[in-house]
């Protein structure tokens, strides 16, 4: 441990960063994890299926880039299979069935979260949705 008289040359020195820009950038991505969260479970998505965890992952990185709402089988869903170490074809089928198993236990509560006449939503529905709630939100 240091004491109080101990000098330090300058260039040896190590800067934490204390701006409020990186707090309020922590902060933000807290936020925008606990909306997503609360987005998912709004449309009754158990957290005990794969396609739960997929699903926020596909949400949380649609929000920070918009531009893979565009392009989802050829940019997002490979992103996100890299990063679970899954292949693209499951991750749209865990996603699928998460979004499915909750239609088929209550459509009224998905039905809920859309603003316009909706069935069955599809993934690209219940993501862009989400986007535009989530950013609505904060």
Known sequence: MLS????????EMYHFPTDTYMRNTELRTDQQEMAVIRFVQ?????????????????????LRSPELLKSLTKELYPKIADDYGKNVKAVERN?????DSA??????????VF??????????????????????EL
Do not use: C, F, W
Request: hydrophobic share 40%.
């Open 42 to 62: 709004k449309l009754g998505i158990r957290p005990n299926l794969i396609g739960y965890h997929l699903l926020i992952k596909a949400i949380l990185m649609a």
């Open 103 to 112: 239609y088929e236990y209550d459509p009224q509560r998905i039905r809920s």
């Open 95 to 99: 996603m699928r069935k998460a979004i």
């Open 4 to 11: 109080t008289n101990t000098t330090i040359n300058e260039k």
């Open 115 to 136: 603003y316009y006449k909706v069935d069955k939503p599809y993934i690209s529905e219940v993501l862009s949705m989400a986007v535009e709630s989530i950013r609505h």
